[in-house]
């Protein structure tokens, strides 16, 4: 089977699926307007492939090499962060340093020890995301050399789109990529700002809303997901359930907009109900 897990047929499905129409728009539009429009539509949509970038950098999707290189190619085409960026930076550094504020690469806190406003966390940890990433890598030549040549591989590939029309490959490509690793990051700061704990069961906050979940593949299942790393983002929920009795309850946050907004609606769709019948 190409697949690890048939469940990632889901997610690999979208991202191609939204490739083809990025592409599509691009090399058969006549004006800007298909553009203009369905890039900021995408970028929700991209926004979930950031999440799903993440899983597979801890959980490959496929089980052959070129299969994973040429999806990483594509993720980060859609989403800014190139293949072994994630594993650099977070599966080394940060899953690795995430308890200790002064070695953490995705540090909430400043050395003097103040909790940083989420801006300024995003800007911090963005614009150092790539130089960290190279500084992990020196210990880790091998996934360093890998991400130079994702990295060059994305550039050309890139360069070529320029060279065909530099204006489309500006909106439909290179704005959303630098949007979305803002983003990334930007939400990340949600996982475990303020949480200066050493037990791994206080360090991290979690989204138990199932659209959420749905839509970014358990990323809500997040201190699980610290607890274990190399389980696939599907086995999760199941992990959660074997450790939650640890979390404390202030460790538990609504979805984020809009997840928050549909299970709302369909909690009271859901009473509406009840009260019928
Ligand atoms: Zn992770």
Redesign the pocket.
């Known amino acids: 089977m190409l697949v690890k897990k048939r469940i990632d047929y889901y997610p690999i499905t979208v991202i191609l699926l939204v490739l083809g129409i990025d592409l599509l728009i691009f090399f058969f539009s006549n004006s800007l307007w298909p553009l203009l429009i369905w890039m900021p539509l995408s970028l929700n949509i991209k926004g979930w492939i950031c999440c799903w970038n ?1 899983h597979h950098q ?1 959980y490959n999707f496929f089980t052959v090499r070129w299969a994973n290189r040429l999806i990483e190619l594509i993720m980060g085409m859609q989403t800014g962060i190139v293949g072994e960026a994630w594993v650099l930076h ?2 080394l550094g940060h ?1 690795l340093h995430y308890l200790d504020q002064s070695l953490d690469e995705s540090a909430w806190k400043t050395p003097q020890g103040r909790l940083m406003s989420r801006l300024e966390y995003t800007f911090k940890v963005t614009l150092m995301s790539y130089p960290k990433a190279f500084k992990v890598g020196q210990r880790y030549p091998k996934y360093r050399n890998k991400l130079i040549q994702n990295l060059l591989l994305t550039a050309l590939v890139l360069g070529v789109l320029c060279y065909i029309d530099w204006l489309k490959t500006l909106i439909m490509f290179i704005i959303p990529m630098v949007f979305l690793l803002f983003m990334s990051v930007h939400e990340t700061y949600d996982h475990h700002a303020g949480l200066d704990e050493e037990d791994p069961h206080k360090a991290t906050y979690n989204i138990m809303d199932r659209w959420y979940n749905l839509c970014t593949c358990n990323l809500g299942y997040h201190t699980a ?1 610290h607890i274990q ?1 190399g389980r696939h983002w599907s086995e999760l929920p199941q992990l959660h359930e074997e450790i939650k009795h640890k979390i404390p309850a202030h460790l538990y946050r609504e979805g984020t907009f809009p997840f928050n907004l549909i299970t709302k609606i369909e909690e009271q769709f859901v009473e509406l109900r009840h009260q019928r019948s």
């Open positions: 993440h801890h977070h599966t899953h997901h790393c």
